[in-house]
């Protein structure tokens, strides 16, 4: 029987109203990731317009808060969903990160889904060209 594997973190307290907005920001972000790569390309899209360029700082604050709320998020296999949720709760303060959609480059195949800003990988123990980009909505 196999379990499920969640990433190592701090266990760390979210403030009630950071919590509330994280909350709302996963429950999207896991709607969001049942749907296809083309609407949700086009939603974030439509959702950056407006939002200022995250620091590295604003977005792992972000991802943290993620991380800190949803043992989904925190899993290895919830990149999709942290990615987004990540993204979300950062348009929510103002700011937009970029969100990626890559493979690995070496073989065998492996799908990622990653944040970043200011062109550094937000959050992820990979080195900079471990991912081929696929996707970005910057």
Excluded: N
Aim: net charge positive; aromatic share 8%; hydrophobic share 45%.
């Amino acid at each position: 029987m196999s379990m499920p594997e969640a990433v190592f973190y701090q266990p760390r307290s979210v403030p009630f109203p950071r919590r509330i907005l994280t909350y709302l920001a996963v429950g999207v972000a896991r709607l969001l990731a049942t749907r296809s790569p083309r609407r949700i390309r086009m939603v974030l899209g439509r959702l950056r317009r407006g939002a200022t360029p995250a620091t590295v700082e604003q977005a792992k604050a972000a991802r943290d808060d993620v991380v800190a709320v949803s043992l989904h998020c925190a899993a290895r296999e919830g990149c999709v969903a942290r990615s987004l949720a990540t993204v979300l709760l950062c348009r929510l303060r103002g700011q937009w990160p970029t969100w990626c959609v890559g493979a690995r480059v070496v073989p065998p195949f492996a799908a990622h889904a990653w944040v970043e800003a200011e062109g550094v990988m937000v959050g992820e123990d990979y080195p900079p060209d471990y991912f081929r980009t696929l996707v970005t909505v910057r």
